[in-house]
């Protein structure tokens, strides 16, 4: 392996723990963990080869054809059908801008004990600054090493000392606890679904791959940010899952704060792994604002084949660069409205999930064009993986907003 | 182009459904003592969270900007838990219920607040002495629980 | 220009760039003519407006009003036009012969943005 190739591994798998890891994973898997321990831990499995699977088919669009799947959209299936993708998924990922600003603002309210809505406006200065005076690569270097400190999570498990044997048990068990509907524990897969294959991390993921003049040879560098960066983003969810299993299950905490995600980690390592926990939190939030934020951006510019980016000079792109900052704005006055930013989070996984076959359909199809993709084309695995996720996301889809009210949120 | 007209208002009122049952109060005894459980449930968690961020900072694990903050989230969680319980209008032979919800979930409002004002201020050297009506509160309130449940 | 290409497929949704590849928009519509019985491709029509135009319905109406209003008053009033004979090759993409800054009509908005508002910021860098 070459230097430069470790390099851009390591980059790439950084980014890749920035991308899963965020503000509703820190939520859903935390509530989940306490409510239902590790029974949902096969949820995140399917996730992650779910989402590996379309990541590395947008990226392999991306290098193949120098365009982002969302950009292939309208010309391939046309402008009705991509814009009501784009206006739903619009939708979603301002909604999670606004959540993941939030997050940010939650975690300098912990390390700080200040209220998060004066940390609010702080939060969204601070990513307008980094946004416009960081280059690309070197803003994802920064987010990813900070997300390392999310790895406390997985060193908190084994501290807190668990009997492995219960921990596999639960593990083996896909039933709700008793006390606990089958409702809540369907509920909490679309939840968990909705938080892990986020739609976003595809559009960023193509789109930083177009940014970073990926080309056919890259393949296998981008298949290694996918076959490392998204499991090991699983595997810290898992870990956050476990951790509220072990100290919240037994006491009958219900998780409704990032407070209580980070209460764990402090509980089992002390203040120097809080500190981390709270580190890696606000790591994973700030990256995840810049990303959804990104895509969002992304989105309408090549919806509407507007000049678009980061590494050209802002001027060059003007509509994209107002239409981002016009949306951080927005979010940061929404966030100041005082709307719970974990309700928000909630509605707008479960919104994203139901979201999920329309932006999966268009990416598998394009994937498939053996014209365009010439002999990046997909193969038998991607199409079998890619087709069983299309499945399973249509059933997540159709059960979201029935499950939504019915469980009124989970409640009951 | 008729049908979207249709399908339009079809999606409102489903809308409208959902969010009248999300926000419909409890109009049977069977309903009424789901909320007290599900009330319950919930005062329970703002309890033991609250006790476990004590015990971080008796042993050191926890910073004190933090603690203070989920103080102030436990209390307030309470307080909105137990005031939208306390809005139901109890139905039928529920009265009793609603004294027992509406009495525990005073006390545990008043511990929390304790405790949040006395982080505010400062006082941390008497956290563990006002944690101390919390592990009893948590009994009380799993009993309740259970005594519902049934 | 004599070329025989399906304009569904060459050109309509398909994205413009200038002669130096830099995105323009996308060909939102185009306009015929009828000539001896044959229809040509007289130009292609780019913005929201001449798209919400072709989508039509409420949806369409609205886009294209809405980004009628968002036109700069000194450009002309319906869609910006370009004359296919600007039009240097289709593929991958839909490119131009001319550069962005010679093409006065096309994204108003974009130049209007650039030098009311991103240009003035500092470390913004210039449009053109």
């Known amino acids: 392996m070459k230097p430069s190739t470790l390099f851009a591994f390591t980059l790439g798998t950084l980014s890749a723990i920035g991308g899963f890891i965020d503000i509703g994973d820190l939520v859903a898997d935390a509530q989940v963990g306490a409510r239902f321990g590790l029974r949902l831990a096969w949820v995140t ?11 590395e088919m947008s990226g392999r669009i991306a290098l193949k054809t120098q365009r982002p799947a969302f950009g292939l959209a309208r010309s391939r299936i046309g402008p009705r059908y ?74 908190a498990i084994w501290k807190l000392d668990p009997d492995w044997s219960t921990m596999w048990r639960s593990t083996a068990t896909p039933a709700p606890v008793p006390g606990e509907t089958w409702g809540a524990y369907l509920f909490f897969v679309v939840v968990l679904i909705g938080a892990q294959m986020t739609p976003y991390e595809m559009f960023f993921f193509s789109s930083g791959a177009v940014e970073s003049r990926w080309r056919p040879k890259d393949l296998a560098e981008m298949r290694i940010n996918v076959i490392v960066g998204f499991p090991l983003g699983g595997l810290l969810a898992i870990a956050i ?42 790591a994973a939030t700030f990256g995840a604002t810049l990303e959804t934020l990104f895509a969002t951006g992304y989105e309408i510019a090549q919806y509407f084949g507007w000049s678009y980016g980061k590494v050209q ?10 239409a981002t900052l016009a949306l951080l704005l927005i979010s940061a006055a929404l966030a100041l409205t005082t709307l719970d930013p974990i309700t928000v989070t909630i509605v707008a996984v479960v919104f994203s999930a139901a979201l999920l076959p329309f932006l999966f359909v268009p990416v598998l199809l394009t994937a498939n064009d053996r014209e365009l993709m010439g002999e990046l084309v997909n193969g038998r695995l991607a199409n079998a993986v890619g087709s069983l996720t299309i499945l399973f996301s249509v059933a997540v889809a159709l059960a979201a907003f029935p499950l939504l009210v019915l469980t009124r949120a989970g409640v009951s | 182009m008729r049908w979207t007209w249709w399908l339009a208002i079809l999606l409102v009122a489903l809308v409208a459904a959902s969010v009248w049952y999300l926000q419909a109060p409890p109009r049977t005894v069977g309903s009424y003592r789901d909320r007290a459980a599900s009330t319950t449930e919930a005062l329970r968690s703002q309890v033991q969270t609250a006790r476990l961020w004590v015990g971080a900072l008796e042993d050191g694990d926890a910073t004190r900007p933090a603690a203070s903050v989920a103080f102030r989230e436990a209390e307030a969680d309470a307080e909105a838990a137990l005031s939208r319980f306390a809005g139901y209008k109890p139905p039928g032979t529920t009265d009793e219920l609603r004294s027992e919800v509406t009495v525990v979930g005073r006390e545990v409002t008043l511990a929390l607040a304790a405790l949040k004002l006395a982080a505010d201020r400062g006082e941390w050297d008497d956290l563990p002495r006002l944690a101390d009506p919390l592990e009893p509160l948590a009994r009380r309130l799993q009993a309740l629980e259970r005594a519902t449940e049934r | 220009m004599n070329e025989h290409v399906s304009a569904r497929i060459a050109l309509l949704d398909n994205q413009l760039v200038d002669a130096d590849r830099r995105p323009i928009g996308r060909i939102d519509d185009v306009e015929l003519s009828l000539e001896n019985g044959t229809l040509r491709v007289d130009s292609i029509l780019i913005g929201a407006q001449a798209l919400g135009e072709r989508l039509g319905g409420t949806i369409g109406r609205g886009m294209a009003a809405v980004a009628a209003r968002l ?55 210039r449009a053109d």
């Not at chain 1, 000079?313 to 003007?318: D, F, G, N």
């Not at chain 3, 004359?83 to 490119?95: K, M, N, Q, S, T």
């Open chain 1, 45 to 55: 499995v399917v996730s992650v080869i779910g989402i590996m699977c379309f990541a």
């Open chain 1, 82 to 155: 991509a814009l009501a993708g784009l206006v739903g998924a619009f939708l979603v990922t301002a909604l999670l801008v606004m959540a993941e600003l939030s997050g940010v603002a939650l975690a300098l309210e912990l390390a700080s004990g200040f209220h998060y809505l004066l940390w609010v406006p702080v939060a969204a200065a601070f990513v307008v600054v980094v946004v416009w005076t960081l280059p690309f690569k070197l803003m994802h270097r920064i987010y990813g090493v900070l997300g390392l400190a999310m790895l406390v999570y997985v060193v």
């Open chain 1, 241 to 282: 899952q476990a951790a509220a299993f072990l100290v919240f299950f037994d006491l009958g905490v219900q998780v409704d704060h990032i407070s209580q995600t980070a209460l764990p980690v402090a509980l089992a390592l002390g203040q120097v792994g809080f500190l981390l926990a709270i580190v890696g939190i606000f």
């Open chain 1, 313 to 322: 000079p802002p001027a060059r792109a003007a509509r994209f660069t107002t």
């Open chain 3, 71 to 125: 036109r700069p008053r000194t450009d002309p009033p319906g869609p910006a036009r370009i004359d296919v004979a600007l039009i240097e090759e289709f593929e991958p993409l839909v490119r131009l012969n001319v550069p962005f800054r010679e093409l006065r009509e096309v994204a108003g908005l974009e130049r209007w943005l650039a030098r009311h508002a991103i240009e003035r910021l500092p470390g913004a860098g």
